[in-house]
């Protein structure tokens, strides 16, 4: 079975320093991993994906993460925060449903407030 | 391109009354539809999911039920609504079988049982 645990529900900053947001994930094979971005009020977005390429891999706005196979880890992390960056984050791991159909797993999601 | 329309974005209803909230897609034929329900303090968790019209896969028991009338309108109901199926709906699509597919979302619904 795949699981992701997201360490932290909550993550403060300042804005232009470093962002680290966790992730571990359990999986019995080779996953897909993705980070998503909920900001208030809208939708969910795609930050990034690792589907077994680079293991370090960049997404929008300045985001990156390293897929680590030894550590089980996929954590977000962003050189210099910004205030528009404030929003909750979500970890996803691809998964298999009951019925044998592909499904994503969402972690409990990191709330990222940025003080000025 | 594509788009997906979903309504209403807030509801209020009694215990005891129904629900109907409707997603619907545009710019992409035969999509994966999904129905996703955030609870607050957790990640999302898959409610529903169609692979075409008229079949629906559920990944939990619940008080809920989906349709797929139509191949891009994907439909979550209720007949009598409970204080536990309070919370933050989203309706998502996605092209492909693979994994490796990210899924596209609505903007959501606010649903409060009162």
């Known amino acids: 079975a795949q699981s992701v645990t997201q360490l932290d529900s909550h993550v403060s900053v300042s804005e232009g320093t470093p962002v680290l947001l966790r992730c571990n994930y359990s999986?019995?094979?080779?996953?897909?991993l993705f980070w998503y971005v909920q900001h208030p009020n809208k939708g969910l977005q795609l930050l990034l994906k690792?589907?077994?390429?680079?293991?370090l891999v960049k997404g929008i706005n300045g985001f990156e993460a390293e897929f680590k196979k030894s550590e089980t880890s996929f954590h977000l992390t962003k050189p210099s925060a910004h205030m528009s960056d404030a929003a909750e984050y979500f970890c996803?791991?691809?998964?298999?449903?009951?019925?044998?159909?592909?499904?994503?797993?969402f972690g409990a999601g990191t709330r990222l407030a940025v003080h000025p | 391109s594509q788009t997906i329309h979903q309504w209403p974005a807030t509801l209020v209803q009694p215990v005891g009354s129904p629900l109907s909230l409707e997603c619907t897609v545009e710019?992409?034929?035969?999509?994966?539809l999904y129905w996703y329900r955030q609870a607050a303090g957790r990640g999302l968790q898959l409610l529903f999911y169609?692979?075409?019209?008229?079949?629906i896969s559920s990944e939990v028991p619940q008080n809920l039920s989906a349709s797929r009338p139509q191949d891009r309108q994907f439909i979550l109901s209720s007949k009598k609504l409970l204080l536990s199926d309070s919370g933050f709906y989203l309706c998502?699509?996605?092209?492909?079988?693979?994994?490796?597919?990210?899924?596209?979302f609505g903007s959501g619904t606010q649903l409060s049982v009162l």
């Open positions: 998502a699509w996605r092209e492909g079988q693979t994994t490796n597919e990210k899924l596209f």
């Open positions: 999986s019995s094979y080779s996953p897909s």
């Open positions: 690792y589907t077994s390429a680079a293991t």
């Open positions: 996803v791991v691809s998964g298999f449903s009951s019925g044998g159909y592909n499904k994503l797993i």
């Open positions: 710019g992409t034929s035969n999509p994966n």
């Open positions: 169609s692979v075409g019209i008229g079949q």
